[in-house]
C-alpha cells in the first residue's frame, strides 16, 4: 500500500480570520485576555495544576449560578452537550418530561427526550413528568421567562425544575438556590464571552438523589454524571479515576471569564446588561422599529429580537451590516425565522458605544436596502 | 432574592500554567504556532470563513486518514466523544458487536455498547455483529494491531469495521480505504499536537449506507451524523441549518495541526516516529529495562510500554521524573495498571533529542529512587 491521497493545497495558504464585532446571539467576542489565557501551555487533564484550575471554575460557576450545589462542573462541549448531559442523566427509559416551549430551545430538548430510546417506551396515558424543562433566555423569541415560583410547583410534584439559561445568565437576576432550580447549564460563549466549548452545569441535591438512585446506566459514558462527579472532584474520593482527555486550553479561558465576572461583579452585570438592553430599546423604537417582545419584562437584556421591517428581506439587511460594518446580527432561529432580527450584546458586547454602532448600521441599512412598495 | 454567593477569592489570583514536557500518552505538548492559531480572535459558527476552515479541516483529515471518504469531519470533543459519535450513529437497539479488547480501549467500547439502552434489547441468542471494533494502537498496553484483512473478513459478514486510531495515526502507516476501514476516529492531542477538544472522524459509504437507512434515530441529538453531516457541509444540501455551536478556536488549532502534518508529509511522519521509537527501545536496553512488548512489530512506535522496573514503586519514579526533570511519563491504564511505565514521544515531540532527556530522567530516576532488596 502507498500513499494514494496528497497533502492537500488548501492547507498551504496560512490561516487568516477576520476581526468582527459578533452581535449575534452567540459566539460573543472574546477579550484578548481570554484568548491568550487560552493559548497557555497544554498540562496534563489529570495534572494538580489542572485540578486546582477546575476547582476554582467550580468555584466561579456556583457564584455565576447563586448555588451551594457540590455538584457543580463544567461539561467538555457546547451547551447542547450540557442539554444532553441534564437529560441523559435525569431521564430514565420510561419516564415522562414536561417541556415548555417558548421558542427554539423548549422544541430542541423536546427532540432531545424523545430521541426512541427514551420514548418507545414510553406508556400511553401520560405519567407524571420526572423533568420541567424551561428556557431562562429563549434567544430565538427573546423572551425572559420568570422563574420564581415553578421550582417550588415542580417540588410539590416530585418533579425535578431544569432550566437551560445559555442566554441569560450573567446578564440578568438568577438565583438557582433560592429560585428552585435542580439542574441549570449555560455555554461559555455568551456572557461568559470564552471561545465556544465548554458548559458549566450545576445538579441540586434533590437532583442527584434521583440520578444517584437510577435503575439503569445513563445512554451516554461521556456524560454519565457519575464519571463527571469523579472527575471534577464532586463526589468526595480520594482519587480521581481517569475518565476523557479534558480540554485544558478551554477550562483556562473558561477560568479567565469567570474570573472577568468576579472582578465586575454579577450585581454590577446585571445593572450594565440592563441599562445596556433600555437604552437599545429606547434607539430602536425612536428610529420606528418595533421590538418583537410587547411586554418590556419579558424582554431578554441579552439578546434583542426586533420585528423584521416591513417590505425589507431581513436576510439582505444582516447581509449588508456584515458587509459594510463588519457587524454580525441574525435573523431569526426556530420559529421565529423570516420574522425578526436579533442582536446580541453580551459580556464585554454590552456597553452603549456598541449600541450606538448597531443602531447607526441599521439605519444605514434600512436607508440602502431595497423596500418593496408594499 | 439577593446575592448571598460572594464572588470566590480563588479567581483573584492570575491563572499561571507550568511548561511541561508532556511524554506521557497524550495530550502531547502543542507547538506555539498551534497554540497561538487557537487564539485567532472568534467568528460565528456558521460564517463563510468557519465553514472555509472546516472544509480545509476535512481535506486535512482525508490526507490524514488516507481516504476519499466524503463523510469527514470533526466532532466538537475528544477522542471519547467520535467514540460514542461512532457507535450512536451505526448500531441500533437490538444489534450486536463484536470488540476486540486488547486494552483499556475495547474495554471502553463494550462498555458504550452495553449501556442498558443499547443492551436491554439484545436477543438471548448471540446474532451475527453489526460492527466490530479495534483499538489500532492500544496506548494502555503500548500495542499496534495489525488491520490488514480484517476489513475484507468484516465485508464478508456485512459487517462494518470500526477502528480507534486515536493514539497511531499520523505516527504509523494506516490506509483507511484500501484497508477497508469502515469508521475511524482519532483525537487531536496525539499524533496531531492540537489542544484536546476535537476529533476527527471519518465514515465509508458502506458505513453511511447502514447510518442512514436506521430505522431509529440515533440516541444523541448532537451526534446525530445527519446534522453533523450538514453541518460539515457532507451532505450535498446547498444550505446548512444550525446544530450545535462549533468550537471555532478548537477548529483554527485542530487546522494548524493538519497543515503541519501536511508540510512534514505522511510518509515523513511516520519515518521519523519509527526511528525515534527505535532509538528509543535501543536506549531502554542498553539501561537494562525491558519493553513490555515483546514482538518488535507489534509496538506502538507512538507510545512505548516499559516493564515496571523490578523492585521499584513505579509511582515513585514518575513522580520523580515529573519533579525533577519537568517531565511527564505516566504508569499503566486499565489492564495495565502497576504493570508498566508508558512514555509517549507524538508528533513534535517526536525526536531523538527527547528520547535521550527521557532515558537520562529515568537512570536518574532509577538512582535515586527506592528500591526494595527484593
Not at 416530585?158 to 438568577?174: E, H, K, Q, R, T
Not at 480521581?240 to 469567570?258: C, D, K, M, Q, W
Not at 472577568?260 to 430602536?284: P, T
Not at 420585528?307 to 447581509?319: D, S
Request: net charge positive.
Amino acid at each position: 500500500m502507498s500513499v494514494s491521497i496528497p497533502p492537500p493545497k488548501c492547507l498551504k495558504k496560512p490561516l487568516t480570520v477576520p476581526h468582527r464585532l459578533m452581535f449575534g446571539p452567540g459566539p460573543s467576542n472574546v477579550p484578548a485576555r481570554i484568548l491568550q489565557a487560552g493559548a497557555n501551555p497544554v498540562i496534563g487533564h489529570m495534572h494538580e495544576e489542572t485540578f486546582e484550575i477546575m476547582s476554582d471554575i467550580k468555584s466561579g460557576i456556583q457564584y455565576m449560578f447563586q448555588t451551594r450545589n457540590i455538584m457543580t462542573l463544567a461539561v467538555s462541549g457546547t451547551g447542547h452537550t450540557a442539554m444532553e448531559c441534564a437529560i441523559f442523566n435525569a431521564v430514565e427509559a420510561g419516564e415522562s418530561v414536561l417541556t415548555a416551549v417558548n421558542g427554539i430551545w423548549g422544541e430542541r430538548a423536546a427532540e432531545m427526550i424523545t430521541q426512541p430510546n427514551l420514548l418507545r417506551e414510553l406508556p400511553k396515558l401520560p405519567n407524571c413528568p420526572v423533568v420541567f424543562f424551561l428556557a431562562h433566555g429563549e434567544s430565538s423569541t427573546g423572551v425572559l421567562h420568570p422563574l420564581d415560583g415553578i421550582g417550588e410547583l415542580c417540588h410539590k410534584y416530585d418533579c425535578l425544575f431544569l432550566v437551560d439559561s445559555v442566554a441569560s445568565i450573567g446578564g440578568v437576576p438568577l438565583y438557582m438556590d433560592e429560585q428552585g432550580i435542580d439542574i441549570l447549564y449555560t455555554g461559555s460563549q455568551k456572557v461568559l464571552n470564552a471561545p465556544p466549548g465548554t458548559a458549566p452545569i450545576s445538579f441540586s441535591e434533590r437532583a442527584c438523589q434521583k440520578i444517584f438512585h437510577r435503575k439503569t446506566k445513563p445512554i451516554s459514558f461521556f456524560l454519565d454524571l457519575n464519571w463527571l462527579a469523579n472527575y471534577w472532584g464532586c463526589d468526595g474520593k480520594p482519587s480521581r479515576i481517569y475518565h476523557h482527555t479534558g480540554p485544558v486550553n478551554a477550562f483556562y479561558s473558561l477560568r479567565e471569564s469567570l474570573a472577568i465576572l468576579a472582578e465586575e461583579s454579577l450585581e454590577n452585570s446585571w445593572k450594565r446588561h440592563e441599562k445596556v438592553a433600555e437604552y437599545f430599546q429606547a434607539g430602536l423604537e425612536s428610529m420606528g422599529l418595533k421590538l418583537f417582545v410587547k411586554e418590556r419584562k419579558a424582554r431578554l437584556p441579552t439578546v434583542t429580537t426586533i420585528v423584521a421591517p416591513h417590505g425589507y428581506n431581513w436576510k439582505e439587511i444582516t447581509n449588508y451590516i456584515m458587509k459594510t460594518h463588519n457587524i454580525e446580527i441574525s435573523g431569526g432561529l426556530g420559529p421565529s425565522i423570516g420574522l425578526v432580527l436579533r442582536v446580541g450584546l453580551m459580556g464585554c458586547n454590552s456597553s452603549k458605544t456598541n449600541v450606538d454602532k448597531v443602531l447607526a448600521a441599521l439605519k444605514d441599512a434600512l436607508k440602502h436596502c431595497h423596500k418593496s412598495k408594499v
